[in-house]
């Protein structure tokens, strides 16, 4: 921990960026609890909520060129269904079944693939448009792969 120093708040909307900060050119104890939460905070909330008082309910407009899309967590490219999904292999749930007469055993459960959903697999994100192609490590013919990856 260092000397409680006063850091940077800024904020922007669609129409003011605005910061305040409070401090010395060198590190320095500028008082005790001198805290961002302490010094800069309350100045840079009060600035802004002056400052934007009168101004509706906004936001930022996406520029052209610029497009949302969602993404592969694991790739960082498009994200297709199968990004979405793994393949897990599972032995199916068996049910005791009383027989008669039988002395040969019951086969072994065998494992069969189940696909189960991927968790937070994908995500948004704007970008360039057309700078993102599709995710190469999964899909139809990325399958293999994708199970080496997770
Ligand atoms: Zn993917």
Not at 31 to 51: D, H, I, K, L, S
Not at 74 to 84: I, V, W
């Amino acid at each position: 921990m260092g000397l409680p120093r006063a850091r940077p708040q800024r904020s922007r909307t669609p129409h003011l960026v605005a910061g305040v900060w409070f401090g010395f050119d060198a590190p320095s104890k500028i008082m005790n609890e001198g805290f961002a939460a302490t010094v800069a905070v309350p100045a840079w909330a009060t600035f802004m909520r002056q400052a934007t008082a009168k101004d509706k309910p906004d936001w930022f407009k996406v520029p052209a060129g610029v497009q949302k899309v969602t993404l592969c967590r694991l790739s960082g490219q498009l994200a297709t269904d199968e990004c979405r999904w793994r393949t897990e292999m599972r032995v199916p749930q068996t049910i005791a079944v009383a027989t008669t007469g039988s002395l040969e055993p019951a086969p072994p459960p065998v494992p069969v693939p189940v696909r189960v959903p991927v968790p937070d697999a994908v995500y948004e994100e704007y970008v360039v448009s057309g700078s993102v192609g599709p995710c190469t490590l999964h899909g139809p013919h990325a399958a293999v792969k994708a199970e080496f990856a997770r």
